[in-house]
């Protein structure tokens, strides 16, 4: 898998060898050979022309960073793109508290998706110690149900079943099957419930009014998606039909062993922005892994030694990130630190590991971040704003008035209020930097911790609190008056 991407990598970064400087020209005929193997991987066409898009920009007029080649500098700019075009990934399971949680698994036909139901049934009781049911909802194929039960056997898992449907439909229905499921796995104790649902070989033939009338009356946890990655973009196609209907949590790709072209595991993400949770690397039923774009990445990248170019880059920036600290810290004491210089200290920040990898590494800051918070998050928001302003807004922010601010809040998705709150702030923090300049590294570190102690590091001080991680998953009737109310806020737009 990915022979062809990661051949046409290494025939760019050969020809991009021995240059002084990465100009538009040279990037471009050296990533040409990239975006062809990304087509004949059969990625997305607008996936793969975004995705050479951002690598040429970042790429385009930068200085061979000391003693680095300018084709290691772009294998690590394709690295990053690579892991930002499948990631970030949060493999948490929604556990419900009072009641078994429910894990609904959809798919077309033949994609693994009864295979993989086993397997995600297997994860849960030997890695999170839950009692799992399996539910046999696909009630047309008689041979799901009898392969389910097989499963079933062999992980000494129970299977819920009331047979297949017969042919006068007058036997069971799988909506029914789903609910008395529910009730015979709270009656019984099972913590977990896997609804097994229909699949059809192509997305037309698809029962979706069937999985929408699951989905409202057995209320999942989570909804999966279950892809086969030999089906490459009918996968991104499928996968973003079914997430139009049913709203998915994430993807589970299936068959990543075989010799599939790699096209859905780079696409699917970015054509349906749900993502790849889990991923079935063979047959045996242990064969379940966590996806992780960073591996994904350096398997696409063709291995070899990546992790330390990767590490020999960012070394380098960082002896160039003294310099840049040495002219901020001269900027503050003239006093003219502004917002452009501001966000170019998240940047620093994103690429040392973010911010709350950064916190946590900070002894007693950790616990002035408020549980649920994401400070990665926050500072996305704020890198909005602040790329949603003018130059000479960035320079001097206090020319911003309610006009100004309106129209800051309209291109970067937040309020008017959000954006005096947050020019308000950096006034504030730019006075303490200030100050901050001519101490010492003790006075700096007393002052930073009292800081803290106030409050100030908080994310929910630079802006509102965003809610992460709750597990609650709108129902479809919940969806359905968000989508009128926005239909009615675009009319007013209008």
Not at 370 to 377: K, V
Not at 424 to 439: K, L, V
Request: positive net charge; glycine residues 8%.
């Amino acid at each position: 898998m990915f022979e062809g991407i990661t051949r046409g990598l290494g025939e760019a970064i050969k020809k991009l060898r021995g240059r002084g400087r990465l100009t538009e020209a040279n990037v471009r005929e050296g990533l040409l050979q990239v975006r062809t193997a990304l087509l004949d991987a059969d990625v997305n066409f607008n996936v793969a022309n975004e995705f050479m898009e951002r690598v040429t920009q970042k790429s385009v007029g930068q200085e061979v960073l000391r003693t680095l080649d300018p084709s290691e500098q772009i294998v690590q700019i394709i690295y990053s793109e690579l892991v930002e075009l499948m990631g970030p990934v949060d493999h948490r399971f929604h556990f419900a508290k009072d009641r078994p949680t429910v894990l609904m698994l959809c798919g077309l036909q033949g994609s693994g998706k009864t295979t993989t139901a086993g397997k995600l049934a297997l994860l849960l009781r030997d890695k999170f110690n839950k009692r799992p049911l399996l539910v046999a909802a696909d009630l047309q194929r008689p041979a799901a149900i009898d392969q389910l039960k097989v499963l079933g056997e062999q992980l000494k898992i129970d299977v819920y079943s009331e047979g297949a449907a017969t042919p006068d439909g007058k036997g069971p229905n799988p909506v029914s099957v789903c609910q008395n499921a529910l009730v015979h796995a709270k009656n019984t104790l099972y913590d977990v419930v896997i609804l097994d649902t229909a699949g059809r070989l192509h997305i037309a033939e698809m029962p979706m009014e069937e999985l929408k009338q699951i989905d409202r009356l057995a209320k999942p946890d989570d909804v999966f998606f279950v892809c086969d990655a030999m089906t490459g973009q009918d996968a991104v196609n499928s996968a973003k039909a079914f997430n139009d209907a049913l709203d998915l949590n994430g993807v589970i790709l299936t068959k990543l062993d075989g010799d599939a072209r790699g096209g859905a595991a780079l696409s699917i993400k970015e054509v349906t922005k749900v993502p790849i949770k889990y991923v079935g690397v063979g047959e045996k039923l242990q064969a379940l892994e966590e996806f992780d774009p960073e591996r994904m990445a350096g398997r696409i990248m063709g291995h070899g030694d990546v992790a330390g170019i990767i590490e020999k880059v960012q070394r380098v920036q960082a002896e160039l990130s003294q310099e840049e600290i040495q002219k901020q810290q001269e900027k503050l004491a003239k006093g003219d630190f502004t917002l452009d210089d501001f966000r170019k200290q998240f940047e620093a920040m994103a690429k040392m590991g973010g911010m709350r990898e950064l916190v946590g590494q900070m002894p007693g800051m950790s616990e002035l971040i408020p549980e649920g918070e994401d400070p990665d998050e926050a500072v996305k928001r704020i890198q909005g704003i602040i790329d949603s302003m003018t130059k000479e807004e960035r320079r001097d922010p206090d020319i911003i008035d309610l006009s100004r601010r309106r129209r800051i809040a309209q291109g970067s998705g937040t309020e008017p209020h959000e954006i005096k709150q947050f020019i308000g702030q950096f006034d504030q923090m730019r006075t303490i930097m200030r100050q901050m300049a001519n101490m010492s590294i003790w006075q700096r570190l007393k002052m930073v911790m009292g800081m803290g102690k106030a409050g100030l590091f908080q994310p929910g001080a630079m802006m509102p609190k965003t809610k992460i991680g709750t597990g609650h998953r709108k129902s479809p009737k919940e969806r359905a008056e968000e989508r009128k109310k926005k239909r009615k806020q675009d009319k007013k737009k209008r």
